[in-house]
């Protein structure tokens, strides 16, 4: 294919450049977004009577006919184009001759693939966005059977203090939230459409900036026109906002990988969602966690490819920027099948209820609330921490827990104790006397998964009306 800047050149390019140039092999996912931006640029051209209104109505015509063939599968790409623009604007000028090469006035390749990354990022990340409060809705079921499911947490991965699995997964809720939260900011502030910058300084033609910003479904033009070709902020936030959830889906994962080990056994997956052993045929691994926890670094990697590619460049546009679409398309492609892959596996799995509630009799986990209980009866906390401490290393040395330790020894240590210590240090009542805004008792549980579905219903609302429009 001939290249359409050729006629400043005397040689023909070195196939070697041409193939190292060349972005047409990872860019041609962006066909749709490139005609939709064309058919916007070509509509607007007709309007200011650039381009005589037949001219116009013939250049979209024929753009609609080249997504449809390629859609349909009649037209493929031609992968010794240089880019995705070239190809369409060839296979356009193939079609309807000098009319095609109208298209490209008023406009630059600069400002044409800005638009196009734009609409492309916005889109994908609207998927995601829907498939986190999947996640989310995943996880507050899990929450709501589990309201009364007790389990330790856990500090330095040690036994800590009681909680019930509801709230465990409600932690998780909330960074899932915030990660939604985080994509639908970097949305709106990405919201503005470069196209009319030209490759740098706009263009002396009388363009309608707004028509096409509103056309092509943003807030408004961008307001300078170096920046609009040569910002890459919105895929290094973008980027930002996937690694983040992806650590954050890692934690999880990581989470589970522990559950399913015999030395916990909280969780089982169900068998559609583990794999076996070559040689060991008792083995059931938690292979999909294992592969988010290690396709997570991949996200980092290319947040930190972004980040790195852009701290060294000059206004306005350089071809180092044509580094920003195979990182954020991998970045992209790895949290939605990390998402589409672990949201049904939660749902499938089985919650070991008895084991967790005999892992948290386990561990002293209710020293907290002995110490606790020796405050309310008046003594100091730092005195009644002490005391709690040297009760608990009898009960190490006896080889009791402080549920079964006599009443008698208690009293060794405090006059304080009384019979009713016992029911102050039942898990049930350590984990349900935790009323605070935020902690793990049924009746604050409830309340926080009550307003979570409340979230749910307003974004999953919000998200039709979006994709409606």
Known sequence: MDKMWKGRFSKELDSRVNDFNSSISFDSRMYKEDIEGSIAHATML?????????????????LEAILADIESGKLAFDMTAEDIHMFIEAELTKRIGTVGKKLHTARSRNDQVAVDMKLYVKKELKEIKALLLKLIETLVKLAEENVETIMPGYTHLQRAQPITFAHYMMAYVEMFKRDYMRLSNSLDIMNYCP??????????????????????????????????????????????????????????????????????????LDDAFATGSSIMPQKKNPDITELVRGKAARCIGDLNT???????????????????????????DTIKICLTTIIPMLSTMKVIKKNM???????????????????????????????????????????????????????????????????????????????????????????????????????????????ED
């Open 46 to 62: 007709g309007n200011q009577g650039i381009i005589s209104k037949e001219d116009s109505a013939c250049i979209v015509e024929n």
């Open 195 to 268: 196209l009319g910058s030209g490759a740098l300084a706009s263009t002396t033609y009388n363009i309608d900036r707004e028509f096409t910003a509103a056309k092509l479904g943003f807030a408004g033009p961008t307001m300078n026109s170096m920046d609009g070709v040569s910002d890459r902020d919105f895929c290094m936030e973008a980027a930002s906002d996937i690694a983040i959830a992806m650590v954050h889906l890692s934690r999880l994962s990581e989470e589970i990988i522990l559950w399913c080990s015999w030395e916990f056994k909280f969780v089982e």
């Open 306 to 332: 972004l980040l790195v590619m852009m701290k060294g460049l000059p206004l306005a546009y350089n071809k180092d920027m044509q580094e920003d679409k195979e990182a954020m398309f991998d970045s992209i």
């Open 357 to 467: 509630e005999n892992a948290a009799k386990k561990g002293f986990i209710n020293a907290t609330d002995v110490a606790d209980y020796l405050v309310k009866k008046g003594l100091a906390f730092r005195d009644a921490y002490k005391i709690t401490g040297e009760i608990v290393k009898e009960c190490i040395e006896q080889d009791l827990t402080l549920d079964s330790l006599p009443l008698s020894t208690y009293k060794k240590y405090s006059d304080c104790f009384a019979g009713d210590i016992y029911e102050a240090i039942d898990l049930k009542t350590c984990v349900n006397g935790r009323k605070v805004l935020g902690g793990p008792s049924e009746e604050i549980e409830l309340k926080h998964i009550a307003l979570i579905k409340q979230f749910l219903t307003e974004n999953k609302l919000y998200e039709r009306l979006e994709s």
